[in-house]
Antibody, heavy 119, light 108 residues
Framework: QLHLQESGPGLVKPSETLALTCTVS??????????WAWVRQPPGKGLEWMAS???????SYNPSLKSRITISTDTSKSQYSLKLSSVTAADTAIYFC???????????WGQGTLVTVSS | SYVLTQPPSVSVAPGKTATITCGGH??????VHWYQQKPGQAPVLVIY???DRPSGIPERFSGSTSVNMATLTITRVEAGDEADYFC???????????FGGGTKLTVL
């Protein structure tokens, strides 16, 4: 059973870059069985898919974030990462990492980490 | 961009059947997934590929689709089913993943 754990700062200043890492255990980040995704949820609101990456390096970004977002993997550490630049208060959210299966269903989720954008 | 529309709220009495809809253009041609999210927790996949249940999800949860609508049905509703439910698809034309706005299920 895959286990995902998000980590990163809980507070980011406006205009700065938000950087989060998801550590994967119980499976290989090089596996062809999964895409690795980031999803966020502003307080009291719905889920928003942000980005996904495949072991081959194939990447898909939410078009609403495409100019500010980068997703990458570090296979040596069994981690994948998210960077979101030029953040504003609207980027305050719980950020989840998740795996996607064959049908792009998100079967495994991290517990989520709250990131607040504030000076 | 592709849009999924869910009712903001659904209420149901214990023991009855809850129906949560997810509307989208030609959604019947896509694979639809459903998630349950309880307060303070990560979402949990309850239905994938339109109608399949992951292991551990009760048979009371089922999914179906028609041309422009997907439906999550929960029979014999229990108090523990009270949660937010989200539908999600993969838009093959763009590669984007899309979530519906979510439906809050209230058990009366």
């Amino acid at each position: 059973q895959l286990h995902l754990q998000e980590s990163g700062p809980g507070l980011v200043k406006p205009s700065e870059t938000l950087a989060l890492t998801c550590t994967v255990s119980g499976g290989s980040i090089n596996s062809s069985s999964y895409y690795w995704a980031w999803v966020r949820q502003p307080p009291g609101k719905g889920l928003e898919w942000m980005a996904s990456i495949y072991y081959s390096g194939s990447i898909s970004y939410n078009p609403s974030l495409k100019s500010r977002i980068t997703i990458s993997t570090d296979t040596s550490k069994s981690q994948y990462s998210l960077k979101l630049s030029s953040v504003t208060a609207a980027d305050t959210a719980i950020y989840f990492c998740a795996t996607e299966g064959t049908y792009f269903d998100m079967r495994n989720w991290g517990q989520g980490t709250l990131v607040t954008v504030s000076s | 961009s592709y849009v999924l529309t869910q009712p903001p709220s659904v209420s149901v009495a214990p023991g009855k059947t809850a129906t949560i809809t997810c509307g989208g253009h030609n959604i019947g041609s896509k694979s639809v997934h459903w998630y349950q999210q309880k307060p303070g927790q990560a979402p949990v996949l309850v239905i994938y590929f339109d109608r399949d249940r992951p292991s551990g999800i009760p048979e009371r949860f089922s999914g179906s689709t028609s041309v422009n609508m997907a439906t999550l049905t929960i029979t014999r509703v229990e108090a523990g089913d009270e949660a937010d439910y989200f539908c999600q698809v993969w838009d093959g034309s763009t590669g984007y993943r899309v979530f519906g706005g979510g439906t809050k299920l209230t058990v009366l």
